[in-house]
């Protein structure tokens, strides 16, 4: 049986919009804050800072100064927060894809795990485009829930204002894919630009 044709197209940002190396935002912040990588690796990541930052729990400020304490150092916080932001490139295979969708009519969000610093980075900073993508924008730290956990979709569901069962959504990791379909999503795994036209056909959407 083939999937319904969905009425709304869910997709994530990180590795399939905006493929990225979070081992470049390591370096760069280890440079500004004057500290080893493996400190940031420490402080930012194995301690779950970024992970609390991301669901949020905490502000910019209070990630900073979260930061500060831990590191014993104080760096610059715009330069810090550029530091950790700027590690992403555009797709732009998804990107055209996505904006013929979008000119063929149809309804597009971005379902993402991140915090304010990427997305005020990537949206007004780097990638203006971003604004041309979605019409709505299901993100982590506002919705203070993250994939998998079934909060994030049921709060995406709401924005798109349709039921789960007519949203489309693709994620380029395994878990997000399961917890939405736990939350009746039709979703797919992210392998390319040219296996996602396909999954979108399959489903009656047209891409050109």
């Not at 490139?89 to 610093?117: F, H, K, M, Q």
């Not at 979108?200 to 891409?207: A, K, N, S, V, W």
Request: with cysteine; net charge negative; hydrophobic share 45%.
């Amino acid at each position: 049986m083939l999937p319904q044709t969905p009425t709304f197209l869910y997709f994530d940002l990180g590795n399939v919009v905006l493929p990225f190396d979070y081992l470049v935002a390591v370096r760069q912040m280890a440079e500004v804050a004057g500290v080893p990588d493996a400190d940031i690796q420490r402080v930012v990541f194995d301690s779950g800072l970024e992970t609390a930052y991301e669901r949020g729990e905490m502000t910019t400020e209070q990630f900073y100064e979260a930061f500060c304490r831990q590191t014993g150092k104080r760096p610059d916080l715009d330069a810090l927060l550029v530091a950790s932001s700027d590690m992403f490139r555009l797709d732009e295979a998804v990107a055209d894809l996505i904006l013929r969708l979008r000119g063929a009519g149809y309804r597009t969000g971005l379902l993402s795990n991140t915090c304010e610093a990427h997305w005020q980075f990537c949206v007004n900073r780097k990638f203006p485009i971003l604004g041309q993508l979605f019409e709505v924008t299901a993100l982590s730290y506002e919705l203070r829930a993250m994939k998998p956990d079934a909060a994030i979709y049921q709060g995406a569901a709401r924005l798109a204002g349709v039921a789960p069962t007519e949203i489309f959504f693709v994620d380029d990791r395994q878990e997000n894919i399961e917890g939405a379909c736990r939350a009746g999503f039709d979703a797919v795994l992210f392998t390319g630009a040219a296996d996602l036209t396909t999954a979108l056909i399959q489903r009656g959407i047209r891409t050109s």
